[in-house]
């Protein structure tokens, strides 16, 4: 059984701040593949980025970086100097294999950007 | 650009009715999901589709069957609705195999009453 926790429900930060959402995942599958979505209040999910399982290199994009830690089996995005626009749920999401098998999907990090 | 549509944005049914939800991609992607998502639930898998005509049960199947008849279309449909199927369902579609991404549309927000 494939699982993914986002432990945060809710965060609130001042725009400008640094924030990082943490995400936790458990599999069995020595293949598999992490995904971070984003979903704004027009509420379409928008994909931000896919690791898989082989690769533990570090990613930054712009103001997102993406820490993957096999060795804890976590995920987590940070976003820099935030701004209102970041405000959005953000969501963790598991596929294992390369099948045609759905995401396993994290409860969701709801983030706020106070101007 | 990977467009998927969904036929409604709002829907509202009475218990009971059949209900049916219609995605179209136009990508030419093999796999089709349909998920739902629940405050507090995170997105749940109801059903896919790896190919025309067929399909798989996902985590929470009891209650929709779905349908595809053509590569480009692949339809949720609620036999007999019941309030406890009021949710926002959103539709996926991916190329068939690796680690690709799968792009979602817009969602349907069904009101059961």
Known sequence: ?????QAQTEISVVEKEDVTLDCVYETRDTTYYLFWYKQPPSGEL??????????????????????FQKSTSSFNFTITASQVVDSAVYFCALRAGGGADGLTFGKGTHLIIQP | DVKVTQSSRYLVKRTG????????QDMDHENMFWYRQDPGLGLRLIYFSYDVKMKEKGDIPEGYSVSREKKE????????????QTSMYLCASSPPRGPNEQYFGPGTRLTVT
């Open chain 1, 1 to 5: 059984a494939q699982k993914v926790t």
């Open chain 1, 46 to 67: 928008v994909f931000l980025i896919r690791r898989n399982s082989f690769d533990e290199q570090n990613e930054i994009s712009g103001r997102y970086s993406w820490n």
């Open chain 2, 17 to 24: 009715e059949k209900v049916f939800l219609e995605c179209v």
């Open chain 2, 73 to 84: 279309r692949f339809s949720l449909i609620l036999e007999s609705a019941s309030t406890n």
